[in-house]
């Protein structure tokens, strides 16, 4: 089964730009990249632009929108989708994945994303942003598509704000991307009630 990594090199991590430069975000996001490529094994970035960074790497460029670019490779037979900020997943979670029996598996995100997807099914079609584990599940119900939902914590963690900086931080020690975070000053302070994102 190919498996794909949708990847956008230009101006990512939006969401972040209130604690972290434009360059840093750039190296955040190919570090999160990287530690799913690690998760995944044989996989094929999906960039919505070219980088000499993905020299060397399995990669397509493909500049559509996310919907069409995805559901045009569901269209070609089964394959899956992650997402390529979900810095907490390993191999043995994209393995669970990827073993279960359904026509289409979701695995949802915190907020109401699709932070995996994979499809045996030529007749579905996707519709991310706003909520989109929703809509992929109901999508299933309209047109009768078996579905399974793969319920893990690691797989629900996609960084795209300062609370999931928190918990990169917090659970995933040894990834490129917190190391990255701890190059570039960032820290958890224990002192309070709660454990708190700092930098130096």
Do not use: Q
């Not at 797989?155 to 918990?167: H, Q, V, Y």
């Not at 701890?182 to 930098?199: A, C, M």
């Amino acid at each position: 089964m190919e498996i794909y990594i949708p990847f956008k090199p230009s101006n990512p991590k939006s969401r972040l730009s209130r604690i972290m430069t434009e360059w840093e975000r750039k190296e955040l996001a190919f570090a999160l990249l990287m530690d799913v490529l690690d998760a995944c094994g044989e996989a094929v970035i999906l960039s919505t632009s070219p980088d000499r960074r993905l020299n060397g790497l399995r990669h397509e460029i493909d500049d559509r929108n996310l919907d069409a670019a995805i559901t045009s490779r569901i269209k070609r037979g089964e394959c899956a989708f992650v997402m390529s900020d979900l810095a907490l997943i390993t191999a043995k979670t994209v393995n669970e994945f990827l073993s279960l029996e359904y026509e289409v598996v979701l695995a949802p995100g915190r907020k109401g994303g699709t932070n995996m997807l994979l499809s045996r099914n030529k007749n579905f079609h996707t519709s991310y942003h706003y909520g989109s584990f929703f809509k992929h599940v109901r999508i299933c119900r309209e047109l009768g598509i078996e579905f399974g939902i793969y319920d893990s914590f690691y797989a629900s963690i996609d960084i795209d704000d300062e609370s999931d900086l928190l918990e990169l931080m917090l659970h995933g020690k040894g990834k490129r991307s917190c190391e990255f975070l701890e190059s570039i000053g960032f820290y958890v302070d224990f002192s309070e009630k709660d454990p708190v994102l700092k930098r130096e």
